[in-house]
């Protein structure tokens, strides 16, 4: 199973940018369609981006649609989510997720959670 370790998160005003990483262990990373989550204090955790396994489709929460965007290198083990535009809504813990299948699906099937990074929008 695919481990999975999360970085880049912190503190930005409103109007700023973040990229967060997500670096996966095993061989098999490729083969996993990948998604970010995030969890707002006493909120359930939603979707807010998937992509699948060969980066060729792409999927979008409506709420981040236009400025956040979801890439992967799969050489690397590595998918990633840049956040520009970032609004103080945006605040939440981000999860990394590996899909069990390669491409992504309503609803996620998620095999595989990252420990989580914190993301900060003050306004």
């Known amino acids: 199973q695919v481990q999975l370790v999360e970085s880049g998160g912190g503190l930005v005003q409103a109007g700023g940018s973040l990229r967060l990483s997500c670096a996966a262990s095993g061989r098999t990373f490729s083969s996993y369609a990948m998604g970010w989550f995030r969890q707002a204090p006493g909120k359930e955790r939603e979707f807010v981006a998937a992509i699948s396994w060969s980066g060729g489709s792409t999927y979008y929460a409506d709420s981040v649609k236009g400025r956040f965007t979801i890439s992967r290198d799969n050489a690397k083990n590595t998918v990633y989510l840049q956040m520009n535009s970032l609004k103080p809504e945006d605040t939440a813990v981000y999860y990394c997720?590996?899909?069990?299948?390669?491409?992504?699906?309503?609803?996620?099937?998620?095999?595989?959670w990252g420990q989580g990074t914190q993301v900060t929008v003050s306004s």
């Open positions: 997720a590996a899909e069990g299948g390669p491409d992504y699906s309503d609803p996620p099937r998620v095999v595989s």
